[in-house]
């Protein structure tokens, strides 16, 4: 949900604007590397929450997905104004959240076998190669191109949300989606998401100032690791079936 009124926000800034920060996105990396390693961090912490007290494990993740979606708004809405002070320090404690609510899927992960450790080292990777690549293309697109695929990709990321919502709300009724299902969502939310990553290249240069920083690295964050948890969801369900 994060995800999607971010990038919503980003394209309705981007639409018909030229580049208005040439330098954000290599202002932003820094800090989208240093989330990154704390999201890391968050998930390590949650994976020994897990493991030493799993009935406490449950309140807590749910407090965190709560902390998670009202920090988010509150640190974007900091950013964009460029208060960059300020809003640094939230974006830590974000990224450390968004760590330890990862920790649940990164657990069945390392306990599904044919994933693993290796499993998760390939989800990762991919979203290392996914950069470069989405680097190269998104920042060659042209004005036609770039609005075109940010679009689609838009559309795209909100049919997925409305599928992952349905997909919650059958599960408390006791209805699961079959494992062919599963790859087959999974499959198209690496792909949106990829696709996203090529777009962020593309729009963040238009939708942000250089002083923006900050904002760019939560746009492109927030890509990043939805791409990672949607292969980790593939890897899973791949390995899964009956």
Known sequence: ?????NFRDAIKKAQGQSLVGPNVINKAL???????????????GGLGMIQSNPSLFMPTFIGAIIAQLVLFFVVRGIAERANNSTALPLLVLYSLLTGYTLSG???VALGTEGVGLNG????????????????NIGSNLGEEDGLALTKTVQLGIIALLVVMV???VLSFFGVFTPSWLEIGISGIG?????GASVVDFYIIPRAYRDNQYLSAAL??????????????????AINSRD
Request: glycine letters at 10%.
């Open 1 to 5: 949900m994060t995800t999607t009124s």
């Open 30 to 44: 820094p800090y989208l590397g240093g989330g990154l390693v704390l999201t890391a961090v968050g998930t390590y």
């Open 219 to 236: 746009s492109m964050y927030l890509t990043y690791i939805n791409l990672f948890v949607f292969i980790l969801r593939l890897l899973i």
């Open 105 to 107: 899927i990164v657990f």
């Open 190 to 194: 690496v792909f949106l998401f990829a």
């Open 120 to 135: 998760v080292a390939i989800a990762a990777l991919g979203c290392g190669i996914t950069f470069v690549m989405a680097r």
């Open 166 to 168: 349905l997909q919650l």
